[in-house]
Each structure stands twice: as structure tokens, then as C-alpha cells.
Nanobody, 121 residues
């Protein structure tokens, strides 16, 4: 079994900052791409940022220049640093990871439970 546990969400004023963390645990052989997605009420889940095993990153246009995704492979953890937050960043943020577990050759897709980020104006 693999679990992704997020932390770091909360309520912040516009212009503020938050750092989200997501730690993977369980029977992990390898972790491939890790990512953050978000879902606002009544909207679809959208990609925020991705980071591959070479630490190549990709960002949604809406967060470029304001967010930084990083990973610590030794801790099986991915981070999302968010600065200059705006009310439109309000959403539930979900961690994603492609993980190869013990005894398998394929990478399964795993999601965290989500953490709420609320930005007040």
C-alpha cells in the first residue's frame, strides 16, 4: 500500500505565502513524476505544477513566477512553495505521484487526500 499525506494548507491573506508538503510512504521502489493539482468549488481538477525524476519542472500559466515545486527524493516528498497568493488560488490542493511499488514493473498513479488553501482578499 502507498499513501500520500499532504500538509501545509490553511487560510492566508492575499499577497501571503504558503508551503505545501506531500510525503509518500509504503512499499515504494521508485517514484517518477510528482505533481500538484488543485480543484476549486464547481470546477475541474487542474494541474498546478509537475516535477520529474530529473527535477525538470512545468507550471500552469496562472502560477508561473509565483510558485515553485521541488522534491526531496531521500524523503519521498514533494513541496509547493506559493507566494503572492491571490483569492483565485483558493482551492483544494492535491498531491500526485507515479510510484512503482515492490514486486511490480509499472508505475501506479496515487493521489493525496487534499489540503484546503483559502486566500482572503
Amino acid at each position: 500500500q502507498v499513501q500520500l499525506v499532504e500538509s501545509g494548507g490553511g487560510l492566508v491573506q492575499a499577497g501571503g505565502s504558503l508551503r505545501l508538503s506531500c510525503a509518500a510512504s509504503g512499499s515504494i521502489r521508485n517514484i517518477g513524476t510528482m505533481a500538484w493539482y488543485r480543484q476549486a468549488p464547481g470546477k475541474q481538477r487542474d494541474m498546478v505544477a509537475t516535477i520529474d525524476v530529473a527535477s525538470t519542472t512545468n507550471y500552469a500559466d496562472s502560477v508561473k513566477g509565483r510558485c515553485t515545486i521541488s522534491r526531496d527524493n531521500g524523503k519521498n516528498t514533494v513541496y509547493l512553495e506559493m507566494n503572492n497568493l491571490k483569492p483565485e488560488d483558493t482551492a483544494v490542493y492535491y498531491c500526485f505521484a507515479a510510484i512503482r511499488t515492490g514486486g511490480t514493473l509499472i508505475y501506479g498513479h496515487y493521489w493525496g487526500q487534499g489540503t484546503q488553501v483559502t486566500v482572503s482578499s
